[in-house]
C-alpha cells in the first residue's frame, strides 16, 4: 500500500522565493472522516482524485490518480464544500529535498507551509532558513481542515 511521509512547516521569511514561479491549484473535498479522505484537484492543465488514509504521525496511506482536468472541475463546483483550498504550489531544492511550498489564497490567504515528503519517519532533514515552527501533526494546518476552518477566521493573538 502506498504511503506519504512528510513533515509540515510555517515559512518565514521570503528568501525562498527566489527565481521560482508556481502552479495555481484548487482543490475540495468529495469525502472528509478521519479515517478517510477524498479530495478532487486542478491546476497546471491537470486533474487529480486523492484517497487518503488516517494521518499517524508523519505517515498515511494515499492514492493518487490523473483524472481528466475537464471531470476535475465540474466536481471541484458540483460536488464540493466551499470555500475551495485555493493556494500556489512552489517547488525549492534545498539540500537533499525538494520542499512543496504552499502559498495559501482565498479564505485561507495570508498562510504558507512547506512540506517534505521523506523515506522514511526517523530520516534526518536539514532546515532551510526560511523554516518556522513544525506543525506537523496539527490538524488544524490539514487542508481539509481549512475548509471547516479557514484561517481568516482563526485568532492571531493566539497563535
Known amino acids: ?48 482524485l486523492t484517497i487518503k488514509g488516517e494521518t499517524h504521525g508523519a505517515v498515511c496511506d494515499e ?31 534545498s539540500g537533499e529535498l525538494v520542499w512543496e511550498i504552499d502559498e495559501f489564497e482565498g479564505e485561507n490567504k495570508g498562510l504558507i507551509l512547506a512540506e517534505a515528503e521523506l523515506t522514511s519517519e526517523d530520516q534526518e532533514i536539514e532546515l532551510p532558513d526560511w523554516i518556522g515552527k513544525e506543525v506537523t501533526g496539527d490538524p488544524k494546518y490539514y487542508n481539509v481542515n481549512l475548509v471547516k476552518n479557514p484561517y481568516s477566521k482563526w485568532n492571531k493573538h493566539k497563535e
Open 1 to 48: 500500500m502506498p504511503k506519504e511521509i512528510e513533515r509540515k512547516f510555517l515559512v518565514i521569511g521570503e528568501d525562498w522565493r527566489k527565481q521560482i514561479t508556481g502552479i495555481f491549484y484548487r482543490q475540495g473535498y468529495l469525502f472528509a472522516e478521519a479515517k478517510c479522505t477524498i479530495r478532487i484537484r486542478a491546476g497546471g492543465g491537470k486533474g487529480y
Open 63 to 93: 492514492f493518487e490518480y490523473e483524472v481528466p482536468i475537464k471531470d476535475a472541475n465540474k466536481l471541484l463546483a458540483k460536488f464540493c464544500n466551499s470555500p475551495l483550498i485555493e493556494k500556489r504550489r512552489y517547488k525549492v531544492k
